[in-house]
């Protein structure tokens, strides 16, 4: 069983939609990170997060610490926001543990 | 902006080769990392460094190996490559470990197939 759990596998939206992937953890952390992965491979650090809310631009992440769940949301969404988003929790000192992704399509 | 470079997109190289896959990174960064990552199983840490000629075994170190000689370059190793090795490999680094504030930094990845 994969200690980073993320939901849904797969979504597809349409332009303007509201969006949110979930991620739940079985790892103690101190920082929670979600990654974006584009068509072609390269992966972007989006945000890290040990507690609350962080915003950027359209983007919004939040953390439940005693839940141990994190979301991601994007406001507005728009066809160029399509890529894989990955969370990942660190589970010792020197590991991450990385889910298995959501792919987002979102269609004009 | 951080760079991580590495040095092939793609790469097709036959079953028995030994294959060297580059990775550089231009911020002074510690720490480096290479993953793989394959349908289904997210991505997964091959080794890892802390330092210049410090290397580190991750989940899956079996049939690679890693040479860091330079702060800025960590490159990876199939000793004879498989077809099981077949797979996007990722390279990383950051400045911190990753368990305080200090992003991970990504190249490209490189596609490699083994045929």
């Known amino acids: 069983k994969n200690e980073v759990e993320q939901s849904p596998q797969n979504l597809t939206a349409q332009e303007g939609e509201f969006i949110t992937i979930n991620c739940s953890y079985s790892?103690?952390?101190?920082?929670l990170h979600w990654l974006q992965q584009h068509p072609g491979g390269g992966i972007v650090s989006l945000f890290m997060?040990?507690?609350g809310k962080k915003k950027h631009g359209r983007l919004i992440a939040t953390i439940n610490i005693q839940e141990k769940h994190s979301s991601l949301h994007i406001t507005a969404s728009h066809p160029r926001d399509s890529a894989v988003y990955i969370c990942?929790?660190?589970?010792?000192?020197?590991?991450?543990?990385f889910g298995t992704g959501t792919r987002l399509q979102v269609f004009p | 902006d951080v760079k991580v470079t590495q040095s092939s997109r793609y790469l097709v190289k036959r079953t028995g080769e030994k294959v060297f896959l580059e990775c550089v990174q231009d911020?002074?960064?510690?720490?480096m990392f290479w993953y793989r990552q394959d349908p289904g199983l997210g991505l997964r840490l091959i080794y890892f460094?802390?330092?210049?000629?410090?290397?580190e075994k991750g989940d899956i170190p079996e049939g690679y190996s890693v040479s860091r000689e330079k702060k800025e370059r960590f490159s990876l190793i199939l000793e004879s490559a498989s077809t099981n090795q077949t797979s996007m490999y990722l390279c990383?680094?950051?400045?911190?470990?990753?368990?305080?504030?200090?992003?991970?930094?990504f190249g490209n990845g490189t596609r490699l197939t083994v045929t």
């Open positions: 790892v103690g952390i101190s920082a």
């Open positions: 997060l040990s507690s």
């Open positions: 460094s802390y330092d210049v000629k410090m290397k």
């Open positions: 911020m002074d960064h510690e720490n």
């Open positions: 990942a929790a660190p589970q010792e000192a020197d590991k991450l543990i």
């Open positions: 990383a680094s950051t400045l911190f470990d990753p368990f305080s504030y200090s992003p991970l930094h």
